[in-house]
C-alpha cells in the first residue's frame, strides 16, 4: 500500500456538458431521506441548494445526481429541482471552482504516483452506479491518458441501502494484503454477485493464500480503515456514490468519458485556477 496521505492541493469545482444524464446511488435512510442526496447547507455558497440537471452550464461544473457540490454556481440557464419544479439559475460573468482536499497517498492506487492528474474515486462494490462506470470508463479513461492518471480508489460503502458493500470492500482489502488488490477489485466490479461464497471464489481464483485471506475477513481486519474512509468523505459532504475528485476537482456520477476528458484537458492545459 502507498504511503500515509500528503496533503492535496485546494479544489475546484469541474463543470458539465448541457443534458448529460447523471448515474449516482444516493445514500438512503436513517441519516438521508430517499434516494436523494444534498451537502451540509453550510458547504454552499449563499442559496446554492438548488438540485439537477444544467442546460448550458459551462465545462467544469459538477452535478450531484439530483443535487450540486457545494461551492457550485450556474454559469447560466435554468437547473430542475428535486421536486421537478424549474427556476432561473442566478448568473455570473465568470464560472466559480472549489478545489477539494482530498488525500490520495497511502491508498491502494494504480498508475505513475507522481502523474500530473490525479483521480480518487469514492465508490460501493454494490452501486449499481459504480459498476456501471467501471465497465463503460475506468478502462477507456486511463488508455485515453497514458501514463498521465494515478487513479485512487477509496470506500464509501452504502450500508443502508446495500448490505453487501462492507464486506466485499473488507475483501478487497484483504486481498490486498497479498498484492491483487486491482484484480480482486477487478472481479468484484465485473459480477452481480457478491456475498462470502463469492469472495471466497474470487480468492481461490486469485490463487490467494487462503487460510490467509479468511482469518483477514473473519477479524474484520479492515472495518476501521473502511469506516474511516466513508466517514472523510461525508464530512466533505459526499453523499452520493460514485464521486469522483479529478486532481480536487468534483464529479459526481457516472459522468461518460467526455465529462472527465473535458475536465482534465483543461487541468493539463492549466486553464482551470
Not at 477539494?100 to 460501493?124: C, K, L, M, R, W
Amino acid at each position: 500500500m502507498p504511503n500515509m496521505p500528503t496533503k492535496a492541493k485546494k479544489i475546484t469545482e469541474p463543470i458539465t456538458e448541457p443534458n448529460i444524464p447523471v448515474y449516482t446511488e444516493p445514500i438512503e435512510a436513517p441519516i438521508f431521506e430517499e434516494e436523494t442526496i444534498t451537502f451540509k447547507r453550510s458547504h454552499f455558497y449563499s442559496a446554492l441548494s438548488i438540485l439537477t440537471f444544467f442546460a448550458g452550464v459551462l465545462v467544469g461544473y459538477v452535478v450531484w445526481g439530483t443535487g450540486l457540490l457545494p461551492g457550485i454556481r450556474s454559469g447560466f440557464g435554468t437547473a430542475s429541482q428535486v421536486n421537478g419544479s424549474v427556476v432561473e439559475a442566478p448568473v455570473t460573468a465568470e464560472p466559480k471552482y472549489t478545489r477539494y482536499d482530498v488525500a490520495s497517498d497511502g491508498f491502494y492506487s494504480i498508475g505513475p504516483v507522481n502523474a500530473p492528474i490525479t483521480i480518487v474515486e469514492f465508490s460501493d462494490y454494490q452501486c449499481p452506479f459504480c459498476r456501471r462506470w467501471h465497465d463503460q470508463v475506468y478502462e477507456p479513461l486511463l488508455a485515453a491518458y497514458p501514463g498521465k492518471i494515478k487513479l485512487v480508489y477509496r470506500n464509501l460503502p452504502l450500508t443502508s441501502i446495500h448490505p453487501d458493500a462492507q464486506a466485499a470492500a473488507e475483501a478487497a482489502m484483504c486481498a490486498g494484503e497479498q498484492n491483487v488488490y486491482w484484480q480482486y477489485h477487478d472481479k468484484l466490479f465485473s459480477s452481480e454477485i457478491l456475498g462470502n461464497g463469492a469472495y471466497t471464489q474470487y480468492a481461490q481464483e486469485l490463487n490467494l493464500d487462503m487460510t490467509a485471506f479468511e482469518a483477514c475477513i473473519s477479524d474484520q481486519k479492515y472495518k476501521n480503515a473502511i469506516q474511516a474512509d466513508s466517514d472523510f468523505a461525508i464530512n466533505l459532504g459526499v453523499r452520493s456514490t460514485p464521486t469522483f475528485f479529478i486532481n480536487g476537482l468534483a464529479i459526481v456520477g457516472a459522468q461518460p468519458l467526455d465529462v472527465f476528458q473535458q475536465v482534465i484537458d483543461k487541468e493539463l492545459a492549466g486553464e482551470i485556477p
